[in-house]
């Protein structure tokens, strides 16, 4: 059974870094498309970036010029590189991973159907 653990996240000052780690275990680790997902205190879970394993991305407009999403198969890890971050930045940050039959964009799209979900990382942006 794959599992998702997520880390890297923090306390950050308006304008700073955060890298974000999703890290994949269990069988055919490697096959999974992977999604970056967030949820701030009273509002809906938005996607932020997807890749698949044949490396298609999907930013969503929050992350576009901000955030990159990257992978290393060596260590069946998903990062999420968080640049110029701003105080409506701050929520849990999910990953999620399928295998997923469709664009990486509907993939973003439809995380609610996403197999398979790590249990979060918390970001705060504030000065």
């Known amino acids: 059974q794959l599992q998702l653990v997520e880390s890297g996240g923090g306390f950050v000052q308006p304008g700073g870094s955060l890298r974000l780690s999703c890290a994949a275990s269990?069988?055919?680790?490697?096959?999974?498309?992977i999604g970056w997902f967030r949820q701030a205190p009273g509002k809906d879970s938005e996607a932020v970036s997807c890749?698949?394993?044949?490396?298609?991305?999907y930013d969503a407009d929050s992350a576009k010029g901000r955030f990159t999403i990257s992978g290393d198969n060596a260590k069946n890890t998903v990062y999420l590189q968080m640049n110029n971050l701003k105080p409506e930045d701050t929520a849990v940050y999910y990953c999620a991973a399928d295998m997923w039959r469709g664009t990486v964009r509907a993939m973003c799209g439809k995380g609610y159907t996403l197999h398979t979900w790590g249990r979060g990382t918390q970001v705060y942006v504030s000065s």
């Open positions: 890749v698949t394993v044949n490396d298609d991305i």
């Open positions: 269990g069988p055919n680790a490697r096959n999974y498309d």
